[in-house]
């Protein structure tokens, strides 16, 4: 059975098989009237369409690049004597890919940090003494900062910025402990003079 099935096949490829004289022609007029050529007939209107898109991608680009300019001229307002010099200011994320992810870490952890905190009138003292630390470190932080681009990049500098970063956090869990410890020992004290 096989064998008569390789048979059909071969008879049949050697068939030639012919169409009707004039089909191809039948066949595109048939074509031509299901779906006409778009290019034949365009309409006055897509001329005007094509104006209007142009003159929003105009008014667009004008647009963009004048509220852009409102943004940088701030930094290069700087004008000394007739010169003007453009003020550029580096941060850890803008040396190295990364360094943008670490510096990226610390300041989500620091904040997160800073958000869960809870100021009432018990921790109050202890919560102004560990944000005056902190306040000191954010100072330190940014005139590393200024360093950094006055000096330029170098070792010293990106390791202080990053160790400012994790002394940071750090006094930050420290806080979050030692606040943890005052409400425990204040819910015992309360729960002792219950009992």
């Known amino acids: ?13 050697e068939r030639t098989h012919s169409m009707k004289e004039g089909h191809e022609a039948r ?28 003159v929003v991608v105009i008014l667009g680009v ?9 943004k940088i001229s701030p930094v290069i ?14 941060s850890l994320g803008d040396l190295s890919p990364d360094l943008q992810k670490v510096e990226n870490y610390y300041l989500t952890n620091i904040n997160l940090q800073l958000s869960d905190l ?14 005056a630390r902190l306040a000191e470190l954010d100072a330190e932080y ?7 681009n006055e000096i330029g990049p ?22 979050k402990s030692k606040l943890n410890q005052l409400k425990s020992s204040k819910n015992e004290q309360e729960s002792s003079n219950m009992v």
């Open 1 to 13: 059975m096989a064998q008569d099935l390789k048979e059909m096949f071969a008879k049949e490829r």
């Open 27 to 54: 066949f595109l007029s048939k074509l031509e009237k299901e779906l006409p050529d778009p290019i034949k007939n365009r309409t006055p209107q897509i001329f005007w369409m094509r104006i209007a898109a142009s």
């Open 62 to 70: 004008t647009v963009y690049f004048l509220s852009g300019e409102q």
């Open 77 to 90: 307002d700087q004008v000394v004597g007739n010169e003007t010099k453009i003020q550029q200011t580096l």
């Open 118 to 131: 809870e100021s009432n009138p018990e921790n109050k003292e202890v919560l102004d003494s560990y944000m």
């Open 142 to 148: 940014r005139r590393l900062n200024v360093e950094l």
């Open 154 to 175: 170098n070792d010293q500098t990106i390791g202080a910025l990053v160790k400012n970063l994790q002394l940071r956090l750090q006094l930050l869990q420290r806080l």
